[in-house]
C-alpha cells in the first residue's frame, strides 16, 4: 500500500491545521509546525497575503524536507477601505484575540450601512526554500452587527456568505469547508500537487 505524500502546513494555528486536515481527508498526512518544535516563528513583515505567505513557505521549507505550503488570510471590508486586511488577526490591538478583533469591527462598522466584505486566502506551495506556486480563493458576503454562532473562529461569527443567512459560526464546519477561502485555495493547491508528485 502506498504511504500517504506528506503536505506540512507553516503554522501553529490548531483551527487552521485542522480545517486543512478536513478539507484533504485521508489524501496527505497533515503536519504542521508543532510537529517540529525546532521551527523558528517567521516574522510576517510582508504587506500583503502573498507576500507573507511566501516568507513562511520558504522560510519553513528550508528547514523540513517535502512539500510545505502556507496561507495568509484575512478579511478585507469594503466600507474600511479593505481592512483589516493583512492585519486581521492584530485588528483589535492583540494578535490572535478573536473577541477583541470583532469587537473593534462591530465599532467601526457601526454607522456604515454597506456591509459587503470577503475573507481572502493566498496560499504557497515551497520546496527546499524555494516558493514553487501561489493560488488565492475568496469568498463573497456581508457582515453581521453581532456575532453569532459558535462555530469557526477568528470573524467567522461576523460572516455571512452569500446566498446565506447564517453566519459562518451558525452554519458548521462542513458548510464552511466547502464554501471558504481557504477551500476554494486548498482546491487549487491540491490539484497543481497531483501534477508535481513528491
Known amino acids: ?33 508543532t510537529a517540529f518544535p525546532e521551527l523558528p516563528e517567521i516574522a510576517e513583515t510582508g504587506s500583503t497575503f502573498l507576500a507573507n505567505a511566501t516568507l513562511k ?16 488570510s484575512g478579511l478585507e471590508v469594503d466600507a474600511l477601505g479593505g481592512a483589516p486586511g493583512v492585519w ?4 483589535g490591538g492583540e494578535e490572535g484575540n478573536h473577541a477583541k478583533n470583532n469587537a473593534r469591527l462591530i465599532t467601526a462598522m457601526a454607522d456604515k450601512p454597506a456591509r459587503q466584505a470577503r475573507f481572502r486566502c493566498t496560499m504557497v506551495l515551497a520546496k527546499d526554500g524555494s516558493a514553487a506556486a501561489d493560488f488565492c480563493g475568496t469568498v463573497e458576503g456581508t457582515l453581521s452587527d453581532s456575532p453569532r ?12 456568505p452569500d446566498g446565506y443567512e447564517q453566519t459562518f459560526g451558525e452554519l458548521g464546519e462542513t458548510v464552511k469547508n466547502r464554501l471558504s477561502h ?17
Open 149 to 160: 454562532g459558535a462555530g469557526g473562529f477568528g470573524y467567522d461569527p461576523l460572516f455571512i
Open 182 to 198: 481557504r477551500a476554494r485555495a486548498l482546491a487549487q493547491a491540491v490539484s497543481w500537487l497531483d501534477t508535481h508528485p513528491q
Open 88 to 91: 486581521s488577526s492584530s485588528f
Open 57 to 72: 513557505a520558504e522560510g519553513i521549507s528550508r528547514r523540513v524536507a517535502g512539500w510545505v505550503l502556507a496561507d495568509d
Open 1 to 33: 500500500m502506498p504511504t500517504q505524500p506528506r503536505l506540512i502546513v507553516a503554522t501553529r494555528n490548531r483551527h487552521k491545521t485542522a480545517e486543512i486536515r478536513a478539507m484533504l481527508g485521508d489524501r496527505f498526512e497533515v503536519l504542521d509546525a
